[in-house]
């Protein structure tokens, strides 16, 4: 059961995450204490919260803060959230969401509290580790060095990797999907479906957060063509992608359909969501 799940074992600082986010590079103050929440939207992650919310408090970012929002896991997620929530005592809150409302409005509800609570940069990442927290201090000085919008994290500029567990119809479909989205809607982003991002609040809300229309992973697509119509810079840095090791993938025909059909519905709004 949920409480069975945040047990010492879970907590220890062993699991491989943990560790190399305690070997985070360190920024510079005041960098290193800015406010940065991360946004951890859940649906049955009971197992993996508890690790990468230590990861991410490993970091050597002195005002972190996660809020994880949860829609009506089954496997006890909320519960799990709770219970971090109460043993780390205002660094992590949870949103409970009453049913399963797909990614997209997970992500701009949790946005959308994080800016009303005053966070100065916002991270979008999944909570199955696929993400590795360590990469996180490296794109919060990528974005105040070069005066970005966003900073991407990801795996196909020089440097980027995909986990060996991924097979070639993964790497191809994936490939495809990035080749698909640049062809339609012009975007000079090398890896344009990715889900690890670190944005500046005020990009947030120039790009008008809340009337973003996406719910699955078209999500990404979305949110990067507003960025770019707006006139913001996006940077992209390499990262490790990982393969998750537990738990199961949320990716169904549903999402994938719409996710094929954003991109031409978004070419057709190019003039409504232009500043």
């Known amino acids: ?35 940065v929440t991360v946004v951890l939207p859940t649906y049955n992650e009971a197992d993996n919260l508890p690790v990468i919310t230590r990861a991410l408090l490993a970091l050597p970012l002195s005002a972190l803060r996660i809020l994880v929002v ?45 800016l009303d609570a005053g966070a100065d940069f916002v991270v979008q ?11 996180l201090p490296e794109m919060l000085g990528t974005l105040l060095a070069t005066r970005a919008g966003v900073v991407i994290g990801s795996r196909y500029v020089t440097g980027g990797v995909l986990a ?4 070639l119809h993964r790497k191809l479909l994936s490939g495809w999907a990035n080749f698909y989205v640049q062809r339609l809607l012009s975007l000079r982003i090398r890896d344009v479906t990715a889900g690890f991002k670190l944005w500046r609040a005020s990009t947030l809300r120039d790009i008008d957060l809340e009337s973003v229309g996406s719910n699955g992973y078209s999500f990404q697509v979305e949110m990067n063509y507003r960025t770019v119509l707006r006139g ?29 059909l954003m991109p031409l519905r978004l070419r057709r709004r190019r003039r409504d969501l232009r500043p």
């Not at 943990?18 to 360190?26: F, K, S």
């Not at 990442?125 to 990469?135: I, T």
């Open 125 to 135: 990442m999944d909570a199955d580790l696929s993400h590795s927290p360590e990469y």
């Open 1 to 35: 059961m949920a409480s069975d799940v945040v047990d010492d074992q879970d907590m220890s600082s062993s699991d491989p995450a943990i560790e190399r986010a305690a070997r985070a590079v360190e920024l510079p103050e005041p960098w290193c204490d800015s406010a």
């Open 232 to 260: 913001h810079k996006v940077m992209e840095v390499p990262i490790r992608f990982e393969e998750r090791q537990r738990g199961a993938s949320k990716m169904s025909f549903a999402v994938q359909w719409e996710s094929a």
């Open 164 to 167: 060996e567990e991924w097979g």
């Open 70 to 114: 949860d829609d009506n896991s089954p496997d006890g997620t909320g519960e799990v959230a709770e219970k971090l929530a109460e043993e780390l005592d205002g660094r992590l809150s949870v949103v409970h969401r009453t049913a399963k409302e797909g990614l997209g409005r997970a992500y701009v509800d949790g946005m959308t509290r994080a």
